[in-house]
């Protein structure tokens, strides 16, 4: 029967093998540990360092950063369709990138930032395809042909990178306003200060996580669930390394961060048809953590055309790309059309009575 043992015997294996039988270990997500796939032994991966892992760091912009890239152990691999460096752990190795399912390639030593922490994977793969199933049940204009499809799509569990920020904004803002309309409209101009605190502003490490993964994953962060980076934990799973600098990340998700700050103005101001926004900020108390997040991303062919459907690691919330049947639309669309004659109607009769 399958049982847990120390820590320490995790650390001393060779290659992530099972210390009973040689087999290839791999992390459950259903178990939280590290589990041989011959024998089924466990090996627990908890440490008494676990709750130090939501620890953030300061970031000082004029001083030279302490986190210096580094060469990585683990094997590295490179697509040759989008260009995404991931690396695989123990039995992990894959022929496809994760990111969009293109052929891989043993690459060169890869270099990159040590990832402070991570969130493990809490789903397994029946769970993300039983969320597949249930989102595209929800897709009324999907083709007939879609279910099936994504059935045999290839399902790919990664841990992608994410940054989290804080940062304490002082602002001083200029906007226009709209009031009236017609004639009557009248444009005026406003300024003001406000202050805005950003806690675990979750923000994207990589080029390769597009919206859609971020987006089906954003809304689940809890820093809590985070553990110390140990390679254990990907196990079984594909991952990308952080390679950007802490400067690095701040601009890359600089745009990002401007439309948080458009859209606080836009309520402080609390007026209609806010536009022309300038603004000013003093940054300061700027704190981060680098980290990896898990999804499971299923690649799937509708004629012809690649897409992708994203479900996260950590609690299932699922987001997609997907075609949409012509015939269904045209028949939504007539429905639509005979409601709407018929209500026509029904008020024209009852205005004539």
Known sequence: ???????????????????????????????????????????????????????????????????????TRERTYQCR????????VGAALSEQCPYCNG????????????????????TDPGFARRQMRAWVARRLAAPRDLP?????????????????FDSHEALRYWAKYTTGSGDRRRTHRTSGSMTITFDDLLMPASAHVTPLIRDGILHDFDPAALRP???????GFAAERHHQSVAQGLSANAPDKKLLIRNRIKRHIDRSGVHGIRYQTDTTGIHYRRILLPVW??????????????VSGID?????????????LIGYAAALSAAAIVLGLAWGAGGLL
């Open 1 to 71: 029967m399958p049982h847990d043992v120390t820590d320490q015997v995790v650390a001393d294996q060779a290659a992530l093998s099972c210390a009973s039988c040689g087999g290839h270990c791999v992390f459950s997500p259903l178990q939280g540990k590290l589990e041989c796939s011959s024998c089924g032994r466990l090996y627990a991966l908890e440490t008494i360092h676990d709750a130090d892992a939501a620890q953030e760091f300061a970031y000082e912009p004029d001083a030279a950063e302490n986190d210096l890239p580094e060469l």
């Open 81 to 88: 369709n989008c260009g995404g460096a991931v690396l695989f």
């Open 103 to 122: 052929p891989v390639v043993l690459g060169p030593a890869d270099a990159g930032y040590r990832t402070k922490a991570l969130i493990p994977f809490q």
């Open 148 to 164: 099936a499809l994504l059935e045999d799509a290839r399902l790919a569990g990664l841990y992608a990178p994410f940054w989290t």
């Open 229 to 235: 980076y140990r390679a254990a934990y990907l196990a």
């Open 297 to 310: 991303i299923a690649h799937y062919s509708y004629g012809g055309k690649p897409m992708k459907v994203v």
């Open 316 to 328: 299932g919330r699922t987001y997609g790309e997907r075609p949409f049947s012509r015939l269904k």
